[in-house]
């Protein structure tokens, strides 16, 4: 069942509301670990029995809302994203309870409805495209659906989608941990045809409709990549079973987006495509924190000193890192020192040479080249520190250089270095794939 959500927010504050539900297709999930855990997440709901209190179903996310809520723009006007909570089709009328974190990162109640199941819709939507599978390795239950769709891909781009497809998902399957646990996925993927190729790039002055309204320009910043018409994601990703889903944007700007348990996007056709899929996937799929710290973002920064300990597996503000203190070797210090002056020297040079490209329409071309180069330099830097390679407590993460530490020197979630996944960011997308590929 997919239940669907107005989510609105502003000065007044936050309101949820309630739209319908309807039939979301076989359930992809486990169907005997209902009851999630891990704590990740900004908003997470549980679905209840109404007469015993139990809870049947929970889940945490992310969402376009909680990514708004970060841009400051709440303080000054009101939005309504759509939002959809998924679960298993209750035999009988259920609660379902929406939970968001407070001040202090605990969740609290926000929301609540009784769902009957005999007022839902039951009949399955249409397909909007053609579901085909690129691997398969047992029934949904039991695996993790990992569902692909195009989007800005033409009629005539097809066989180019399938080819990305392909190329792309061999390359997440080169990472570890979803390398060694390639036999716990099954990859599905989505023709979804739009009229033209290519997407919404307003900055550029490119228009287009597609399907899913993927764009450039999310909330003020130019490569950010993501729909904010999570309804039409939902009704179109229906069409085949999956628990995470990953969108394919065919364009050459660099670009992506990542939300946990939401949507992830990466533009195929830059030449960090690699970089995009992976990085953004590891933020859908594990809720992991962008490591980095020097680049522009949308967010508001530099309030980190009244917020909590952050939930996400691979950022603290514990300079001991109590989170990922068994994965310490003996002997390191902690907080972990590091060539931090000279690393921000070297990336601010490089963000106002981005920023002078960015400014004067350079191609694309221009862009992925200057990364090119900064990803040389930054590789030999933080590979050749005294703590290279161990895992610590090295300040500056999540987007703020004081107070915030990450567990690497080097992540594929601080730089574009290829270096895949550090050992904590590594155990958390562990811990997502046991949670969906356990039967
Ligand atoms: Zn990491």
Redesign the pocket.
């Given at each position: 069942m997919r239940v669907d959500l107005f989510h609105t927010g502003g000065p007044k504050g936050e309101i949820v509301a309630l739209d319908r539900a309807v039939d979301d297709g076989p359930w992809p999930g486990s169907r005997t670990r209902l009851l999630d855990d891990t704590n990740l997440g900004t908003h997470y709901f549980e679905i209840r029995n109404p007469r015993t209190n139990a809870v049947l179903y929970s889940r945490g996310y992310s969402s376009m809302y909680s990514e708004w809520e970060t841009t400051g723009e709440p303080k000054k006007m009101s939005r309504t994203f759509p939002e959809s909570l998924r679960f298993p089709w209750p035999k009988e009328p259920v609660q379902v309870v929406l939970y968001r974190r407070d001040a202090a990162g605990a969740f609290q109640p926000l929301f609540t409805a009784v769902v009957h199941p005999a007022a839902a819709n039951p009949a399955p939507r249409p397909p909007l495209g053609k579901a085909w599978t690129v691997f398969e390795n047992g029934p949904a239950a039991s695996k993790l659906d990992l569902l692909v769709l195009g989007e800005g891909y033409a009629e005539k781009d097809l066989p180019k989608f399938h080819a990305d497809v392909k190329k792309l998902v061999d390359l997440l399957f080169t990472y570890e941990p979803f390398k060694s646990r390639k036999a716990d996925f099954n990859v599905r993927a989505l023709d979804l045809p739009s009229a033209e190729s290519g997407v919404f790039r307003p900055d550029s002055k490119i228009f287009r409709r597609t399907p899913l309204s993927v764009q450039y320009g999310i909330f003020g910043s130019e490569r950010y990549v993501l729909t904010y018409d999570e309804r039409a994601l939902r009704e179109a990703a229906s069409a085949a079973p999956y628990d995470f889903l990953e969108i394919l944007v065919n364009d050459a700007r660099y670009g992506g987006g990542g939300i946990f348990n939401d949507q992830a996007t990466a533009a195929v056709d830059s030449s960090w495509a690699e970089y995009l899929f992976v990085h953004e996937f590891?933020h859908h799929f594990a809720g992991?924190a962008d490591?980095y710290y020097t680049s522009d973002v949308a967010y508001e920064t530099g309030m980190n000193a009244d917020k909590p300990e952050p939930w996400e597996p691979?950022v603290t503000a514990d300079s001991k890192a109590f989170k990922w203190a068994d994965l310490v070797e003996r002997g390191t210090p902690l907080p972990t020192p590091w060539e931090k002056e000279t690393f921000e020297t070297r990336s601010h040079a490089i963000q106002k040479t981005r920023r002078a490209l960015v400014a004067s329409g350079a191609a694309p071309s221009a862009l992925d080249d200057l990364f090119r180069a900064e990803a040389k330099e930054e590789t030999a830097l933080l590979g050749s520190m005294k703590w290279a390679g161990k895992v610590g407590a090295f300040e500056g993460a999540a987007y703020e250089a004081k107070g915030l530490y990450?567990?690497?020197a080097d992540?594929?979630?601080?730089t574009r270095d290829n270096v895949g996944?550090?050992?904590?960011?590594?155990r958390a997308i562990g811990r997502v794939i046991d949670e969906y590929s356990r039967p």
């Open positions: 590891g992991l490591e691979n990450r567990s690497s992540c594929i979630m601080f996944f550090c050992p904590v960011c590594r």
